[in-house]
């Protein structure tokens, strides 16, 4: 069997992590089986979608690497195809044209609710043999309605849930298109499922319920049922469901914040899939490892902190190249002109091991790209001791004749500190304090490298004038 899955989200919101995931998965299936992954843009409700929804989605999709074989397709481009399929259907009796009102639909669900019924259709326009029909109403358009069968059971293996059995009695005959002629969801989904051959059916459980009337539609069309495979809900880290209503961030917001798609990724794969207790490994592991046993049976709950730290691992391996590449950006937003100053790979680099998201890189670099810090003498005599000036200024001449090098750095260091008997942090706080007017800052030799000597003497100076 060649391998086809495929993403069909709807164009009507904004994408969170909750909806990458069910890209992600069938992604991976395909990917790991050498077969097709298709992105279908289900875009049959015209008030709700929109462009720039669909821009998001498959910008989202490209940023985390989940490369296409086929699409984007959007539903709207195939109507003239569902039309075709509607026509066979209602021309061999496996749908019928339906023209009971809205209000007498809502008078039929209100009285079985009354009679604590389950809400159903009641078939009184399903043609049957020696059943005579109302009389077709003047001025209704009617819907199309699918002739589910009667009898018997929808039964399907669903990769991730087991054994799943319906009854086809609790099921009525779906409505498949509106009164205006445009098909539904459901319809539409059998039809493209079946014309571009999807073998597994890889999403939320929220589809659970859909599953059912798909499968029963794709037969009647002389189709076999994919493999279905519905992933648990994600929650946030309330407990309850993710959605933008409660709180939940889009694609967008998380490389807005800094996050590195590889992180994401591997964050996403571990929302609900395992492989023994692997918690870091990259796309292509992932990918190697990936199979639909190891999908989790319980919902996944969304964790910002993990995420954040699965951020920081990757920031800190990250080759500071290709970290800075990326890291640019958020240093030009922040003003920072990355080609006038210390070199930003090795800024970079001094910085990688102690940021947790891009921004905290850029925040970090500011240091050694902003101007030379100005004091006023109190700042100076709060933070510089006279005490500690001599072996400041013997400092300055250590580091004039050492070599530019963290380890020619920390020998002048040693020297200045065994000459006054000092301990490290008595004269390294000072020296922060002197550079950078802060006495945070990553290990003092290593700064000085990325510095300059010639700057850091000119700043050092500055505070014994």
């Not at 639909?105 to 009184?124: F, T």
């Not at 059912?212 to 880290?237: E, S």
């Not at 101007?371 to 100076?380: L, N």
Request: aromatic fraction near 8%; proline fraction near 7%.
């Amino acid at each position: 069997m060649h391998i086809r899955t495929r993403f069909a989200p709807s164009p009507t919101g904004f994408i969170h992590l909750g909806n990458l995931r069910s890209a992600l998965y069938p992604w991976a299936f395909a990917r790991h089986n050498k077969g097709d992954f298709i992105l279908r843009i289900e875009d049959t409700d015209l008030e709700r979608s929109s462009q720039e929804a669909v821009d998001v989605i498959i910008e989202g999709m490209a940023w985390l690497g989940l490369d296409l074989d086929e699409g984007p397709i959007y539903q709207m481009q195939r109507i003239d195809r569902y039309r075709e399929v509607l026509r066979l259907m209602l021309d061999s009796g496996l749908a019928y044209p339906c023209y009971m009102s809205e209000d007498e639909l809502n008078r039929l669900r209100d009285q079985q609710m009354a009679n604590k019924e389950k809400p159903r259709y009641n078939g009184l326009w399903r043609p049957e043999p020696g059943k005579t029909l109302p009389p077709i109403p003047q001025g209704v358009e009617p819907v199309i309605r699918f002739k589910n069968p009667l009898e018997g059971s929808v039964i399907w293996n669903d990769a991730v849930k087991g054994s799943i059995e319906i009854n086809n009695e609790e099921l009525d005959d779906l409505v498949i298109a509106r009164p205006d002629g445009t098909p539904t969801y459901n319809f539409c989904v059998v039809v493209d499922d079946l014309d571009m051959n999807i073998t597994h059916v890889i999403r939320g459980d929220d589809h659970v319920n859909n599953t059912p009337r798909q499968i029963n539609i794709m037969k009647a069309l002389g189709g076999t049922p994919p493999v279905y495979a519905h992933l648990p809900t994600v929650l946030n880290d309330a407990g309850e469901k993710m959605s933008k209503r409660n709180g939940a961030m889009s694609v967008r917001d998380y490389q807005k914040a800094g996050y590195l798609p590889e992180a994401v990724l591997n964050y996403l794969a571990r929302l609900g899939w395992s492989h023994g207790d692997a918690e870091v490994f990259t796309k292509e592991q992932f990918v190697d490892w990936f199979d639909l046993a190891n999908l989790g049976r319980s919902p996944a709950q969304h964790n910002p902190e993990k995420l954040l730290w699965l951020n920081h691992q990757y920031i800190q391996n990250a080759d500071p190249i290709e970290l800075a590449e990326v890291a640019k950006p958020f240093a030009h937003a922040l003003g920072i002109d990355t080609d006038h100053g210390p070199d930003f790979v090795q800024v970079v680099a001094l910085l990688k091991d102690r940021a947790n998201t891009l921004i905290e890189i850029a925040e970090g670099a500011k240091l050694f790209y902003l101007p030379s810090p100005s004091f006023t003498a109190d700042q100076i005599n709060a933070n510089i001791l006279e005490a500690i000036r001599p072996a400041l200024s013997d400092l300055i001449e250590a580091i004039q004749t050492s070599e530019s090098t963290k380890e020619g750095y920390a020998a002048a260091f040693k020297v200045v500190l065994a000459k006054h008997q000092l301990k490290m942090p008595a004269l390294a706080m000072p020296v922060r304090y002197a550079l950078f007017a802060t006495t945070q800052t990553p290990a003092i030799d290593s700064v000085l490298v990325v510095l300059g000597k010639e700057e850091a003497i000119k700043r050092l100076s500055k505070v014994l004038q």
